[in-house]
């Protein structure tokens, strides 16, 4: 993986991350920015913290070079599911985290192209890990996507050491959004016992011990839950 190519670029990033963390104050729910429809937006969360440097299980390349070669994987899978259902919106955010958080794509409508241009430019591994930072940065691009299903999908290889702590961003997100953004992990070559508050609301996290677990763990999560939840669901307006 190659550093942003824009200092600019990565200036939006954390001011969003700092607004985000004002907006975060207010007990009120979320409210959408735009008006909704059919569709599903998904944030893709990616660790970036030093540990990802290290070599992935079973693997000669570091942890954040098999992570890539898994979301590529997945989101060919996306450009599949786009071609049989036209009519279905998918829009998608990017996102790493290491000591902070950075917005590396903003939500857009899937752009197989734009895509695997943004993932080359996710910033090299190192510093600490904000997961919970980095779901607060991502958060409030899923109420400016106008899609009824918002997700967020975080893959990474370690616990929380900088920023708030994920648990308290789920909650606050789960309880905010009145349970409308669901919350799913892939802990990767770590326990996924550090993330079982997701089952508090209502997320759930997936373990991966090598490159091939997971492939198969953002298949399932991705194709198997997200893609084919939101499109079900997505036939009717979510219940007030």
């Known amino acids: 993986m190659v550093a942003l190519a824009s200092t600019l670029a990565a200036c939006d990033g954390n001011r969003r991350g ?12 979320y409210q959408s920015e735009v ?29 954040a070079a098999v992570a890539r070669e898994a979301l590529e994987a997945m989101f060919d899978a996306t450009e599949a599911f786009i071609a049989k ?5 998918v829009k998608v955010g990017i996102y790493s985290f290491s000591s902070d958080a950075t917005t590396v794509l903003p939500m857009q409508s899937f752009n197989r192209a734009v895509i695997r241009d943004a993932l080359a430019r996710v910033p090299r591994p190192g510093g600490g890990t904000a997961i ?6 991502a958060r409030p691009d899923l109420y400016r996507a106008g899609t009824f299903r918002k997700y967020l999908l975080v893959v990474t290889d370690g616990e ?4 708030r702590s994920p648990d308290h961003a789920a909650q606050e997100i789960f309880q905010k959004s009145e349970h409308a953004v669901a919350i799913y992990f892939v802990a990767f070559d770590t326990s996924a016992e550090r993330f079982s508050f997701l089952k508090q609301v209502q997320g759930d996290v997936i373990g991966a011990g090598s ?15 997200i893609l084919a939840e939101a499109s079900t669901l997505g036939e009717r307006e979510p219940e007030p």
């Open 18 to 29: 700092r607004a985000s963390y004002g907006e975060e104050e207010s007990s009120a729910p």
């Open 211 to 225: 490159g091939p677990e997971l492939k198969k763990a953002l298949d399932e999560i991705y194709q198997g839950r």
């Open 35 to 63: 008006e909704e429809g059919l569709g599903a937006a998904i944030a893709i969360l990616i660790d970036t913290s030093g540990s990802m440097k290290q070599e992935a299980p079973g693997d000669s390349r570091p942890k």
């Open 160 to 163: 929380n050491t900088a920023g």
């Open 85 to 89: 259902r036209p009519d279905f919106a």
């Open 132 to 137: 919970g930072e980095a779901m607060y940065t």
